[in-house]
């Protein structure tokens, strides 16, 4: 006699911010007993399944290992659900490459000094870089009467200057980085909560 059928996992995704990068499902509903999930991953440059640390699990998130951080491979996930004996179809993700696909969070502002004609603003990258990349912020200012007209700079250093500034005038500032990878290929981020610093009277 053929076992029940056990629905798959439903909106299987890969979530992906600043490089960290799970698999994440919804959970399966049945009547009585515990569902159990496992998922394994294939890379690009191999046709067979490999298991992650997942296996069997009971929560509906799974983590990418240490051993798929690199972030040009194109990785392939799949997860089924299990009780028991029984075990649903396997479901799974469109191709996931890190470098293409993952969210950058916007960059941490770590101080401002204003001067009457400037603002000097030191900034944390959202992620540790890598041999290779090269970040670029984008700094968009406005003075806050006339929050109409932005303009923007663009730096390459963690400290940098918004010159030519009125003073004793109130500035709003927001950042992104840009993430450029071995030339061929950008990434834009996520841009920064707005904030805003007087200029000093000179």
């Known amino acids: 006699e053929s076992s029940p059928h056990l629905p798959a996992p439903k ?11 799970s698999l994440r499902w919804s959970p399966v509903k049945v009547d009585r007993g515990l ?7 294939k890379t690009g440059a191999s046709n067979w399944w490999d298991e992650m640390n997942c296996t069997r699990i009971t929560q509906t998130e799974c983590s990418f290992p240490w051993s798929l951080k690199e972030r040009r491979w194109t990785v392939v996930l799949r997860v089924r659900a299990e009780l028991g004996q029984v ?4 479901v799974e993700t469109d191709p996931f490459v890190a470098e293409r696909n993952t969210t950058i969070g916007p ?3 770590n101080s401002v000094i204003e001067s009457s004609d400037s603002l000097l603003i030191s900034v944390t990258p959202p992620f ?3 041999t290779g990349d090269f970040l670029q912020y984008h700094v968009s200012y406005w003075e806050n009467a006339t929050s109409t007209t932005k303009k923007e700079i663009k730096m390459s250093s963690t400290l940098f200057k918004i010159k030519n500034l009125k003073e004793w005038t109130l500035y709003c500032f927001e950042i992104q980085v840009e993430l450029m990878a071995h030339s061929s290929f950008e990434l834009l981020g996520l841009r920064s909560v707005p904030e805003c610093y007087r200029t ?3």
């Open 11 to 21: 909106d299987v995704m890969v979530y992906s911010y600043n490089f960290r990068s």
């Open 200 to 202: 000093k009277m000179s």
């Open 87 to 90: 075990t649903s179809d396997w």
């Open 107 to 109: 960059p941490k502002v």
């Open 128 to 130: 540790g870089s890598k």
């Open 35 to 41: 569902v159990l999930y496992t998922v394994h991953f």
